[in-house]
């Protein structure tokens, strides 16, 4: 997502980012990540619940995407640095409206399941334009 | 108003690590927001 940071605000969109853990950990994170935009703290699980993001299992480690998903953040220089405080817990990559509106869903299945941004920029439309649905 | 994710998230309230409250729905009230829920930090 850091990569892609500038293309989601040029078409008007804000990036923020949702994780669990602590204060402490997350302000390290920040840090270490060097990320710019937003992060917030969701140390009981509370908004990842009431959406449905579930956890993988030990099992998924042996899925063939998730080899073939680890294969590309390798190759992409990306590197796993923390395991956090649930490394079981999934992610999702959402793109919300005014109006509560879901323009883009991406709810991870396995470990390695991540949006693709293309698909996430695709579905940020652009000021003036018809707002599409997800 | 349909039952969507950003509905289920709008009125909750998530802290930054300074400790600042932020509504989620706020993220979103005046334009487009990219909403990533993390694996993990790092």
């Known amino acids: 997502m850091r990569e892609?940071?500038?293309?989601?605000?040029?078409?008007?969109a804000?990036?923020?980012?949702?994780?669990?853990?602590?204060?402490?950990?997350a302000r390290q994170f920040r840090e270490d990540s060097k990320i710019n935009f937003p992060l917030l703290i969701d140390e009981k699980r509370e908004a990842y619940k009431v959406i449905g993001l579930g956890n993988a299992n030990l099992l998924h480690m042996f899925r063939k995407d998730n080899a073939a998903a680890r294969k590309r953040a390798k190759a992409a220089g990306h590197r796993q640095v923390k395991l956090g405080k649930?490394?079981?817990?999934?992610?999702?990559?959402?793109?919300?409206?005014?109006?509560?509106?879901?323009?883009?869903?991406?709810?991870?299945e396995t470990f390695g399941d991540n949006?693709?941004?293309?698909?996430?920029?695709?579905?940020?439309?652009?000021p003036g334009s018809t707002t599409k649905s997800a | 108003m349909a039952?969507?994710?950003?509905?289920?998230?709008?009125g909750m309230t998530l802290p930054d690590p300074?400790?600042?409250?932020?509504?989620?729905?706020?993220?979103?009230?005046?334009?487009?927001?990219v909403i990533v829920f993390l694996r993990h930090y790092g």
């Open chain 1, 14 to 25: 804000k990036i923020v980012a949702i994780g669990l853990g602590d204060v402490a950990y």
């Open chain 1, 115 to 126: 949006a693709d941004p293309k698909d996430i920029l695709n579905a940020i439309v652009l």
């Open chain 1, 86 to 108: 649930d490394p079981f817990q999934l992610g999702g990559s959402f793109v919300f409206a005014p109006g509560d509106k879901d323009l883009f869903v991406h709810v991870s």
């Open chain 2, 3 to 10: 039952d969507t994710y950003s509905s289920k998230l709008a």
């Open chain 2, 18 to 33: 300074d400790g600042k409250p932020v509504q989620l729905g706020s993220l979103w009230a005046n334009g487009p927001a």
């Open chain 1, 4 to 12: 892609n940071e500038g293309a989601f605000q040029q078409r008007g």
